[in-house]
DNA sequence: AATATCCGCAACCGCAAGTTT
DNA sequence: CAAACTTGCGGTTGCGGATAT
């Protein structure tokens, strides 16, 4: 025997509530409380299924509900908690305290999909979009003047989206940290780094063997994390010849990312300039 | 002013997970 | 243990208002 539906759909009246229904769902609720979702439309005398009562109470009638537009500090944060999440809206909405699931999967995929794409992040995965690899496009000539203008402008756009996130909650202020990080090999703080008074430092070599060290302490000196890195010669050929192979930097990057997932920008300009901004969030 | 197109949002659907019988 | 049932989630749709032509 099959799963059956959740109620018998005939004679069921479906698509927009009336402000009748709605009073008559709310002071049900308000008077009862919701002990069985299948037998509130019957309860209250809704010609509704329990499913559809549900909807409408989680998403418009339930009183705590904040409603209004979303402010830019929810949108930043939404953008991280989604670099984190996914689409999984339910656990994205436990952020938001008076926001539904439903309002924030609208506003994701109405707006700030939109936004991102934009800004030249390819969804759902938070990386840079390879405008080479989209289009079609050798890299020669002009066409490498025009793609360096693209990419600072999307790296300018990354960067202003970074140091506008200022407001970060108490929660993600534990498992977040922004950085931005230009110029090779320095790098400057953002946001929760600064907040949490951790100390990150760094040296480096010009040789072609050359080699780096990173260390993360918090504010008493206690050791986070630190890493050696040795640079070859190939692989600071490789840096900048083309903008698309990060080289040692990349690579730098991806070690730490067993402590660290890495979700930002990029860039390699000059064999001595390499620009990232971006985040990495504690695993 | 009329029509077409776009956009945001409420609501629906199917499915999976969890719970009860 | 399995079937039946309930709840919750995420993807999708379609209505209605706003904007463009």
């Known amino acids: 025997m099959g799963r059956q539906p959740c109620c018998d759909k005939v004679g069921l009246k479906r ?82 305290p008076g926001r539904t699931d439903n309002e924030i999967k609208n506003h994701w995929n109405t707006r700030i999909k939109k936004k991102l794409k934009m800004a030249g992040v390819d969804l759902p995965t938070h990386q840079p979009i390879d405008l080479d690899h989209e289009n079609g496009v050798h890299k020669d000539g002009d066409n490498k003047e025009h793609e360096n203008q693209q990419v600072e402008e999307k790296e300018h756009e990354f960067s202003t989206k970074l140091n506008e996130t200022t407001t970060i909650d108490d929660q993600d202020l534990l498992t977040n940290y922004e950085v931005l990080m230009t110029g090779g090999g320095n790098l400057e703080l953002e946001g929760a780094w600064s907040s949490r008074n951790t100390n990150y430092s760094t040296t480096s070599t010009n040789s072609d063997q050359g080699s780096s060290s990173s260390s993360i302490e918090d504010s008493s000196g206690n050791h986070l994390y630190s890493q050696d890195r040795h640079q070859s010669a190939g692989s600071k050929a490789q840096l900048g010849d083309d903008g698309e192979d990060y080289g040692s930097l990349k690579q730098w990057v991806d070690s730490v990312d067993s402590m660290f997932s890495w979700d930002g920008f990029m860039n390699t300009n000059t064999t001595t300039s390499t620009t990232l901004a971006g985040k990495w969030t504690l695993l």
């Not at 402000?19 to 049900?28: S, V």
């Open 15 to 96: 698509g927009p509530w009336t402000i009748e229904e709605d009073h008559k769902l709310m002071n049900f609720i308000i008077n009862n409380g919701i002990h069985c979702w299948r037998m509130v439309p019957k309860l209250a005398g809704l010609l509704r299924c329990g499913k559809s009562c549900r909807l409408r109470w989680i998403n418009y009638l339930r009183p705590d509900l904040k409603r209004g537009a979303f402010t830019e500090a929810e949108e930043n944060q939404l953008i991280q908690l989604h670099s984190r999440l996914g689409n999984r809206w339910s656990k994205i909405a436990s952020h938001f």
